[in-house]
């Protein structure tokens, strides 16, 4: 990201502009960082309900990667200077909070999660990559779920609800809990750590505000229209 030179009278100087965006980078790197350590460990949680090793593999294959994207981002923040625990402790409890509310109680419930979980994240990733420097953006795109996963993951969807049709109205339901509780979390975690204000050199907590709930909407829309794709209820 380019800082604005300041000049005379400047409100905000480039000194102060250059540290609202490390503070941004560490918070966003630091939630990153704890929410694919937390799905590596609920994903390997969760592949105990498969009904057979190939889908056990297909979680277990997902959970390593997350612990592989869990590596990239601390290995950026120690590049910074920081110290990744102390940049992931501040989000621990939120994401915690998460995943003890959005329990699955079978392997249909888990698979629903780790797509749309995964789905919600990648999109968060878009709205914000573009406006990071050029060596946050790589770590945040290798850290991206792949295509490859994220059709496997739909293909597994239809295949379940297409063998029992009765599933319909109950993951339609759940994608709904877990896209709602994904969307609170996210709005407090924006709220409490202001997230993006440091992303303008007018930011202000009011302009943050704005730019989370329009991202929000985005993720809420693109949600809709995978549920859809799913011929489920959003």
Known sequence: MSIPASEPGDAVSAGELSARYDKFVVDLLGGIAYGELSAFEHLSSDARYSP????????????????GHFEMVCERLNGMGMDPELAMLPFQRIVDLFHERT???DWHESLMKAYVVDAITEDFYAAI???????TR??????RT???QTTLLAGLLKNMLDDDPRLSSRLALWGRRLVGEALSRAQYIGAKHSFLVGLR??????????????????LTRNHSRRMNSLGLTA
């Open 138 to 143: 790589s770590v945040i795109a290798q850290v």
């Open 103 to 105: 329990r699955p109680a």
């Open 201 to 218: 050199p007018d930011g202000t907590q009011e302009q943050a505000a704005a730019d989370v709930h329009a991202i929000l909407s985005v």
């Open 146 to 148: 792949s295509e490859e």
């Open 52 to 67: 057979t090793l190939a889908d056990r593999a297909v979680l277990g294959k997902m959970a390593v990667a997350e612990f």
């Open 129 to 135: 990559a573009e406006n990071l420097d050029v060596a």
